[in-house]
């Protein structure tokens, strides 16, 4: 059931059909207590699109750019490593980013999203807008709650989801100023294997695309 460490994998974020973005990424661990993997500068990626592909800016406003979130264009992943740690069910990625160029530890990240599911390909899971931006020393701030309030405001995310959201960014706010796991582990001294090469996107990328996501929440 779980994937080798170093084998490349696709994931899904698919909040909308037929979803926001697909990157392929690496295993570095995948068990029953949590699951980590790797994204690489330089990695090639389907972004949010029109239906007919031109890429949707983040700098666009939030709800057009939600109405025009159709389809795919291809963008390439920049300017940090990025390794993500999730326990299985939980309803958040942990992320740690360094510097592309010489590997300082910049942020960690909370992204607050459906529990990861897999799939014959990778993985599947839909973010749901709200973030903690966390710097190296441990202070956190929220991120994105306007457009967490345009979800609401205009029906987008469900709001029994999004009040799920700001609950599990509540218990990572503990997580953090109690410095337990991801944050007391020391993964801020990993490196990848330097065999492992820019992985790329499946032929299968795509497949189920066209079906609306199913998020899986445990109950509360």
Do not use: C
Request: no cysteine; charged share 25%; net charge negative.
């Amino acid at each position: 059931m779980y994937f080798e460490p170093g084998q490349p994998v696709v994931l899904r974020y698919r909040r909308n059909v037929p979803g926001e973005v697909i990157i392929p990424v690496r295993i570095v661990e995948d068990g029953p207590s949590h699951l980590a993997f790797y994204t690489a500068p330089g990695t090639p990626y389907k972004g949010q699109a029109t239906v007919d592909g031109q890429r949707l800016s983040r700098e666009m406003d939030f709800v057009a750019r939600e109405r025009l979130d159709k389809g795919f264009a291809d963008d390439t992943w920049r300017g940090n490593h990025t390794l993500q740690l999730i326990r299985p069910g939980e309803p958040r990625a942990t992320w740690l980013l360094w510097s592309e160029n010489d590997w300082t530890l910049r942020a960690y990240y909370v992204n607050l999203q459906a529990p990861i599911q897999r799939t014959a390909i990778g993985f599947d899971t839909a973010d749901y807008l709200l973030d903690l931006d966390i710097t190296p020393g441990l202070e956190w701030t929220w991120k994105d709650q306007a457009e967490v309030e345009d979800a609401r405001a205009h029906g987008i995310v469900a709001p029994d989801i999004l009040d799920r959201m700001e609950a599990e960014g509540e218990r990572a706010i503990h997580d953090i100023e109690a410095r337990t796991w991801p944050f007391n582990a020391g993964y801020e001294s990993w490196r990848p294997d330097p065999e492992w090469d820019i992985p790329s996107l499946p032929d299968s990328w795509d497949a189920g695309l066209n079906t609306p996501f199913v998020p899986v929440f445990n109950k509360e």
